[in-house]
């Protein structure tokens, strides 16, 4: 099956600009997970989609930090303005509807972004 | 809340020889999942192996198992015959489930493991 696609794979801004980062998940997969890594850390949730809907943003930013699930498929994840340690890696990820699947959870390859 | 530790920021082995990775965990939760994840510097997390808290039996992939003290909320990871194609950093992740045991919640991961493989 085709991976979980994301896009740009780097991105460098300065501090106050926006950006964008766009994620694909498995076809079939309810579930969407968007994850930030700062560097030599373990990914922390920032908001979980099932469908369309939110089922979890309690840690995501939400003065700078916005998510949407379009027809709940793709999603974007937007921060506008972004701060310097905004800079990191950001991992999207998504879950077949059961637990069947051994392999469970399928991540992206990831946006590692950089503000400067 | 649930959190998960894991308190070796590195560790190195010979190629060929086995090594353990330590992983502990908190939480109040009766049905959940135990992750191992490998990510290499291409940043794409690779699950090495799961196991299910309500099964007893330790999992095992080839050369992966874990050893899962549910009492102790621990979950270690050996590696065995360890490879050079096995340096990268390893995440320890929890996830909680239904009852049923049948889906997944969001996962936490711990603050990973940098293994290296020396030859």
């Known amino acids: 099956e085709a991976g979980v696609a994301q896009s740009p794979r780097y991105k460098i801004i300065e501090k106050r600009q926006s950006v964008a980062f766009w994620c694909n998940p498995i076809s079939g997969h309810a579930t969407l997970y968007w994850y930030q890594q700062i560097l030599g850390q373990g990914p922390k949730l920032l908001i979980q989609f099932q469908n369309n809907g939110v089922v979890d943003d309690s840690q995501l930013p939400k003065d700078r930090f916005s998510a949407e699930r379009l027809k709940g498929v793709d999603s974007t994840l937007k921060i506008q303005p972004a701060k310097l340690e905004d800079s990191a890696v950001y991992l999207c990820?998504?879950?077949?509807?059961?637990?069947?699947?051994?392999?469970?959870?399928?991540f992206g390859s990831g946006t590692r972004l950089t503000v400067v | 809340a649930q959190t998960v530790t894991q308190s070796q920021p590195e560790m190195s082995v010979q190629e060929a020889e086995t090594v353990t990775l330590s992983c502990t965990y908190d939480?109040?939760?009766?049905?959940?999942?135990l992750f191992w994840y490998k990510q290499p510097p291409s940043r794409q997390m690779i699950l090495v192996i799961r196991q299910e808290a309500y099964k007893q039996q330790n999992a095992t992939e080839n050369r992966f198992s874990v050893n899962f003290q549910k009492a102790a909320k621990s979950f270690s990871l050996k590696i065995s015959d360890s490879q050079l194609g096995d340096t990268a950093m390893y995440f320890c992740a929890f996830t909680r489930s239904n009852a049923g045991g049948t889906s997944y919640g969001k996962l936490t991961f711990g603050q990973g493991t940098i293994l290296t493989v020396h030859p």
């Open positions: 939480t109040s939760e009766n049905n959940y999942y």
């Open positions: 990820a998504s879950s077949p509807p059961r637990t069947g699947n051994r392999y469970g959870y399928t």
